[in-house]
């Protein structure tokens, strides 16, 4: 393109102090080092993690910076040394990189490259400088792969090819929500046909747990939300029953095992809140349940609970972007897509241009969206 090792100016939306919202600005994005690749981002979903990010709920995050990280788009230029894509490539960021050479890559049972922002800062570039400028002041990057600008500029590790005519502005969603909830329920929980299911909390990715318990054969999916107008979208998705918790006078803990008898076979907790952490666990089968933190907890939070409930044989489990080593398996997701294998369309319930940001935010927050796309 003729863009090539220039400075591109661009629109983006850059957060400079901690709980405001966004600013759409213009940036300048230099080219692309060594092993960097610069993409032009097409479209980018709005996801919890970010809300959480701007929020100051998510450590080590350097102001200013742009946030975004669930995005699609097409490789403008590539630095030197790059292989995995070239200009004119579909696209997806990876808020986690597969860098394929260290110990945790190389590990089949883990996706956690230790290159992981929650390992090792991302707020620069691998040399330690950014590739934004506004305003003549640097701007951090925001997981490597910042997508709330137009251009922008990520390490190799951090990038993988998708198919050609995949429609970018649905695939966004592969990025970080629909891939994390779908594998939540069968990388992690690894759910068995026939089973019974419980997810605490209905947002995209809640959702997306609904359609990989469903693709995995579940019996009963039990949706759990104190917004019932998310039920009707679960229903659709798979879910054989809803339920909100303010419609009862007990804990909802003690209402599952009165539904299940002893508990259900897997336990979701999607909201990232402490208390519904230990509610998902103890609403698992005392002998054989199993229990998955998918929800981002609040910085610096502390669990208290009963070590007797995983005595009897519970398991407790976290994942991280549904346990895909991203770089291999977000491309196959995509394909899947390509092949009607799942239709996460559906959670897809706006999409704005990229100046209405923060009316995305605000229907996040008032639980009016389940997932709002911006387009370029």
């Not at 100051?56 to 669930?70: A, C, K, M, R, V």
Request: charged share 20%; proline share 6%; with cysteine.
């Amino acid at each position: 393109m003729g863009t090539s090792g220039k400075v591109i100016k661009c629109k983006a939306a850059v957060a400079w102090e901690v709980d405001k919202p966004l600013s759409i600005e213009e940036v300048e994005v230099a080219p692309p080092k060594a092993h960097e690749v610069r993409v032009k981002i097409v479209a980018t979903g709005i996801c919890g993690t970010d809300d959480h990010v701007l929020k100051g709920s998510i450590p080590n995050i350097d102001y200013p910076f742009i946030p975004g990280h669930e995005g699609a788009g097409i490789v403008e230029s590539i630095g030197e040394g790059v292989t995995c894509v070239k200009p004119g490539d579909k696209v997806i960021p990876l808020c986690l990189p597969q860098c394929g050479e260290c110990s945790f890559c190389l590990n089949p049972d883990t996706n956690c490259c230790l290159k992981t922002h929650l390992h090792e800062s991302q707020n620069l570039m691998p040399d330690k400088t950014s590739r934004f400028t506004c305003k003549g002041k640097a701007i951090h990057h925001f997981l490597w792969i910042s997508t709330f600008s137009e251009y922008t500029v990520m390490p190799d590790s951090a990038i993988a090819r998708i198919d050609d005519d995949a429609p970018l502005d649905k695939v966004c969603l592969f990025g970080c929500g629909f891939s994390t909830g779908y594998g939540a329920a069968i990388n992690t929980a690894k759910v068995k046909p026939g089973s019974t299911c419980a997810i605490f909390g209905l947002g995209g990715v809640g959702l997306s747990v609904v359609v990989g318990c469903k693709s995995a054969g579940a019996s009963r999916i039990i949706g759990i939300d104190i917004n019932k107008d998310k039920f009707t979208k679960a229903r659709e998705l798979g879910a054989t029953e809803c339920i909100n918790p303010q419609d009862f006078k007990k804990p909802i803990q003690e209402v599952l095992l009165e539904m299940t008898g002893h508990g259900v076979d897997y336990s979701f907790e999607v909201v990232g809140h402490t208390d519904t952490m230990v509610a998902a666990l103890v609403s698992c089968h005392m002998g054989s349940g199993t229990c998955v933190l998918v929800g981002t907890p609040p910085l610096g939070s502390q669990l208290s609970f009963d070590p007797l409930l995983l005595f009897t044989g519970r398991t407790w489990k976290g994942c991280l972007i549904g346990g895909w080593k991203t770089k291999d398996s977000i491309p196959k997701l995509v394909s899947g897509y390509m092949e009607k294998k799942f239709n996460p369309d559906v959670l897809i319930t706006h999409t704005l241009p990229f100046d209405k940001i923060n009316e995305g935010f605000e229907l996040l927050q008032s639980g009016k969206s389940i997932h709002t796309v911006l387009v370029f």
